[in-house]
């Protein structure tokens, strides 16, 4: 079974694109894992059948508070 991969164009804070391979690398493996724990938490949601639109809107409400959490310079 192939995994559908997602590859993104990521960009830093002054817009300008990050152009390091290891980072764009990094960050895409991390989207997709996200990607992956997500679709399995919604397919166990509507299996148990939790609402899906209740389930969506709590993971946006995750992503709309999820702050920095090392610290800043």
């Known amino acids: 079974m192939k995994k559908n991969v ?3 164009i990521w960009r830093a804070k002054d817009n ?6 290891e980072t764009n690398k990094v ?4 989207y997709n ?6 679709q399995n938490a ?7 059948d ?7 809107n709590k993971i946006i409400d995750l992503i709309n ?4 959490s090392l610290g800043r310079k």
């Open 6 to 8: 997602d590859k993104f």
């Open 27 to 30: 960050l895409n493996e991390n």
């Open 16 to 21: 300008k694109i990050i152009s390091c391979d």
């Open 65 to 68: 508070n999820i702050e920095f």
């Open 42 to 48: 919604f397919d166990d949601a509507v299996l148990i």
């Open 33 to 38: 894992e996200i990607k992956t724990i997500i």
């Open 50 to 56: 939790c609402d899906e639109k209740d389930f969506k």
